[in-house]
């Protein structure tokens, strides 16, 4: 088991801050430094971060610490730190020293658990590739969802999307996603979803009060419209029930690929910001699995899988689209880790 030192500890946290201040959020920045800082006055967390096995910055322990004291402030408690969150004044040390020192325990039990951004701003990025298969083989999809947590992005049809001067999915929705675009617009395709489902180890579930508690939790606090877009998806959820399965995505993968694909049906497997949660041999067996079942596709039963993911550098986050029979695998953009742009390059020649 890999253990930290203290500043490999301190190292992640200002590795994380520095992450986040260059995609746009200076508050959860200076707030990890801060916790940085002042990490020592929560001895039961502190202790949970130095011994914590394999990578912490894979593993967002960074996030996970943000999650439970946005969750305090949420809850108004201490009344100091829910200042600091709400904008009400900059001490950002001393409100988190006193939320580490009175709230230790709950934050280390928060800490058990991984993130859960479920961000469906992200689902531009998965339509707009859907859009691109479409253009070149209409039918319908079926899609299964690697890492689903709440399953609010098999819900993608029922937002409304701007994709440079293209619309899609429902131009009623409350959830209306516009990232900022780059590059030409993506194919004019309509997307028909016969089926949607996923998995996730610890799925949260949209009629639970203290699970989209959970997930308005891990929002940025700085950034109020993806908390409003995440609660209107959540509206959206309570009304149309995603289909999320509890379990191992390997496991339960294998079972799925292993089903009769109906004819006329285009298998479509979609993971966002999940491979980074999967040691090298998992993700090895993934793309095994995927290539066993591309090799029994056909035109009338294709399979594609489309990931938006971290390259293994962590540099950028691309959209790769790989479609069988053929096993053409390209990179469709590259995109803000939350979706805030899409550069798309599409399928080409």
Same mark, same amino acid.
């Given at each position: 088991?890999?253990?930290?030192?203290?500043?490999?500890? @301190?190292?992640? %946290?200002?590795?994380?801050?520095?992450?986040?201040?260059?995609?746009?959020?200076?508050?959860?920045?200076?707030?990890?430094?801060?916790?940085?800082?002042?990490?020592?006055?929560?001895? +039961?967390?502190?202790?949970? $971060?130095?011994?914590?096995?394999?990578?912490?910055?894979?593993?967002?322990?960074?996030?996970?610490?943000?999650?439970?004291?946005?969750?305090?402030?949420?809850?108004?408690?201490?009344?100091?730190?829910?200042?600091?969150?709400?904008?009400?004044?900059?001490? %950002?040390?001393?409100? +988190?020293?006193?939320?580490?020192?009175?709230?230790?325990?709950? $934050?280390?039990?928060?800490?058990?658990?991984?993130?859960?951004?479920? =961000?469906?701003?992200?689902?531009?990025?998965?339509?707009?590739?859907?859009?691109?298969?479409?253009?070149?083989?209409?039918?319908?999809?079926? $899609?299964?969802?690697?890492?689903?947590?709440?399953?609010?992005?098999?819900?993608?049809?029922?937002? @409304?999307?701007?994709?440079? @001067?293209?619309?899609?999915?429902?131009?009623? /929705?409350?959830?209306?996603?516009?990232?900022?675009?780059?590059?030409?617009?993506?194919?004019?395709?309509?997307? /028909?979803?016969?089926?949607?489902?996923?998995?996730?180890? /610890?799925?949260?579930?949209?009629?639970?009060?203290?699970?989209?508690?959970?997930?308005?939790?891990?929002?940025?606090?700085?950034?109020?419209?993806?908390?409003?877009?995440?609660?209107?998806?959540?509206?959206?959820?309570?009304?149309?029930?995603?289909?999320?399965?509890?379990?191992?995505?390997?496991?339960?993968?294998?079972?799925?690929?292993?089903?009769?694909?109906?004819?006329?049906?285009?298998?479509?497997?979609?993971?966002?910001?999940?491979?980074?949660?999967? /040691?090298?041999?998992?993700?090895?067996?993934?793309?095994?699995?995927?290539?066993?079942?591309?090799?029994?596709?056909?035109?009338?039963?294709?399979?594609?899988?489309?990931?938006?993911?971290?390259?293994?550098?962590?540099?950028?986050?691309?959209?790769?689209?790989?479609?069988?029979?053929?096993? =053409?695998?390209?990179?469709?953009?590259?995109?803000?880790?939350?979706?805030?742009?899409?550069?798309? %390059?599409?399928?080409?020649?």
């Amino acid at each position: 088991m890999k253990t930290l030192t203290r500043a490999g500890a @301190a190292h992640a %946290f200002v590795e994380q801050a520095e992450s986040c201040r260059s995609t746009g959020s200076a508050f959860l920045a200076a707030v990890l430094e801060a916790v940085d800082r002042q990490l020592p006055l929560a001895p +039961i967390s502190n202790r949970m $971060i130095q011994g914590w096995p394999g990578d912490p910055a894979a593993a967002a322990v960074a996030l996970r610490v943000n999650g439970a004291l946005h969750a305090l402030a949420r809850r108004g408690t201490p009344r100091y730190l829910a200042d600091l969150y709400n904008g009400e004044h900059e001490d %950002f040390d001393g409100a +988190i020293a006193e939320a580490l020192t009175r709230e230790d325990q709950f $934050i280390a039990d928060w800490m058990r658990y991984p993130t859960q951004t479920n =961000e469906v701003a992200r689902g531009a990025a998965i339509m707009s590739a859907l859009m691109a298969v479409a253009a070149e083989r209409p039918m319908p999809f079926q $899609i299964l969802e690697l890492g689903s947590s709440c399953g609010l992005n098999l819900n993608l049809a029922l937002y @409304a999307y701007r994709l440079g @001067a293209v619309s899609a999915g429902d131009p009623a /929705s409350a959830v209306r996603i516009a990232p900022q675009w780059r590059g030409a617009d993506p194919p004019t395709a309509p997307v /028909s979803i016969a089926s949607a489902q996923g998995v996730d180890l /610890s799925p949260l579930n949209a009629l639970d009060p203290a699970d989209r508690e959970r997930l308005l939790s891990f929002t940025w606090a700085d950034q109020p419209m993806r908390s409003q877009r995440l609660e209107a998806a959540l509206q959206i959820a309570v009304a149309h029930p995603p289909r999320v399965h509890r379990g191992d995505a390997k496991l339960w993968l294998a079972q799925r690929l292993a089903e009769r694909q109906p004819e006329g049906l285009c298998r479509a497997v979609v993971h966002t910001m999940f491979l980074q949660y999967l /040691s090298d041999r998992d993700r090895r067996e993934v793309a095994a699995m995927m290539n066993a079942a591309g090799a029994g596709a056909t035109a009338e039963r294709p399979l594609v899988e489309i990931g938006l993911e971290w390259t293994a550098d962590r540099r950028e986050v691309q959209l790769r689209c790989t479609r069988w029979p053929d096993g =053409e695998s390209k990179v469709l953009a590259i995109c803000h880790p939350y979706g805030d742009w899409v550069e798309w %390059f599409g399928m080409g020649e």
